[in-house]
């Protein structure tokens, strides 16, 4: 699969997530929804927000490494993607149970940080 195709698919399964997102949003009254209800809610905005984010790294990325190096910078790009997607979730869900605050935003970041570097320690390991 060429990153052309890769892009493609990537950006039709981003637009189908934000739309169901956009449907949740629309028909779902948060007073009576149940747990269902709101599963699908994050499932599909961290969906759309890790599309956004690995096309976006994707396409940075793109420009900046050569032809043959460009499968490492597409498993980078998802890979980040997917973190700062659970980061935004993870704030979002603590804001919705009262939870959240400068301190455990602060601990998610510096969590997040931490996979991050583990993750780049491994791959220059390897």
């Given amino acids: 699969m060429s990153l052309r195709q890769y892009l493609i698919a990537l950006a039709i399964g981003t637009a189908i997530s934000i739309s169901a997102w956009c449907i949740i949003v629309m028909s779902i009254n948060p007073a009576t929804a ?65 939870l959240f605050s400068l301190g455990t935003m602060l601990l998610l970041v510096v969590l997040v940080g931490l996979v991050e570097l583990l993750m780049m320690s491994i791959r220059k390991e390897a």
Avoid: N, P
């Fill in 34 to 98: 149940g747990w269902l209800a709101f599963s699908v809610f994050y499932l599909t905005l961290g969906a759309g927000i890790a599309g956004l984010f690995t096309i976006g790294g994707t396409v940075i990325r793109s420009r900046k490494y050569a032809e043959d190096q460009i499968h490492s910078a597409v498993a980078r790009s998802f890979r980040q993607a997917m973190m700062l997607s659970g980061l935004f979730l993870s704030c979002l869900f603590l804001l919705s149970r009262d």
